[in-house]
């Protein structure tokens, strides 16, 4: 069955980054950290058999540079595409899912700041997507990413996620669109100099590499 991995970013640049990161560390720090876990994240499912990863990037940013990214460190392009957006971040989630599920059976959809994410956990949610339309990691802070599905449907457009409730609301969507739905574990994303402290106390070095290595220079 043919799976793919979208991983929705934009190019780590200086001052285009994580606003709070960047409010902490500074905007070249952020920007390292940014590349890093761009990296790991890269790393890691390009060398998974079977799996399609899709780098969805904004319309306004080329994609080459991303491929660039790959060659100079290593990373394997095989398996590695990229998809320009359409417009602002839930316009560019569901276009991303609308496109590859013509191709792919099971879609997967994660943000650059979950470098830790690992291969046992995508192949929980691709198992999942066996028996459910809709998969999800809960976050702490009431979002849920990542997520996958196997039938498109538009969950996102008009859902605010910075806002209280986000989750029920994406679920009551499902529902309407007459899919079943599963929440799987709780993951945290990297969005301030503390998630990158909780990083370094809860994972082993060497599953984000590039990651650390970009923290230890802060």
């Given amino acids: 069955m043919k799976k ?23 905007d070249e720090h952020a920007a ?82 979950i470098p830790h994410y690992t291969e046992l956990e995508l192949d ?5 997507l066996d028996e459910v339309d809709v998969v999800y990691h809960p976050s702490a802070d009431d979002g849920c990413c990542p ?9 996102w457009t008009g859902n605010n996620s910075r806002t209280p409730g986000y989750i029920q609301r994406w679920e009551e969507k499902a529902k309407e669109n007459g899919l079943s739905f599963r929440a799987l574990s709780q993951v945290f994303d990297i969005d301030r100099i503390e998630d990158l402290e909780l990083l370094a106390q809860q994972y082993p070095p060497h599953l984000c590499p590039f990651t650390m290595e970009a923290f230890q220079k802060i």
Avoid: W
Wanted: charged share 20%; hydrophobic share 40%; net charge neutral.
């Fill in 4 to 26: 793919c991995l979208l991983v929705l970013t934009r190019f780590p640049t200086i001052g285009k980054v994580k606003t709070r990161l960047a409010q902490s560390i500074g």
């Fill in 124 to 128: 929980t949610l691709f198992s999942a």
């Fill in 32 to 113: 390292d950290i940014q590349k890093g876990m761009l990296l790991d994240i890269l790393n890691r499912f390009s060398r998974v058999k079977d799996l399609t990863t899709i780098i969805v990037h904004p319309n306004d940013e080329p994609a080459e540079p991303f491929f660039n990214l790959c060659s100079q460190n290593g990373i394997p392009q095989r398996h590695v595409r990229t998809l320009s957006g359409v417009g602002g971040m839930n316009e560019d989630i569901v276009y991303g899912y609308e496109q590859s599920l013509v191709e792919f059976q099971k879609v997967a959809l994660m943000g650059s700041d």
């Fill in 147 to 155: 997520h996958g599905l196997r039938k498109f449907a538009d969950l």
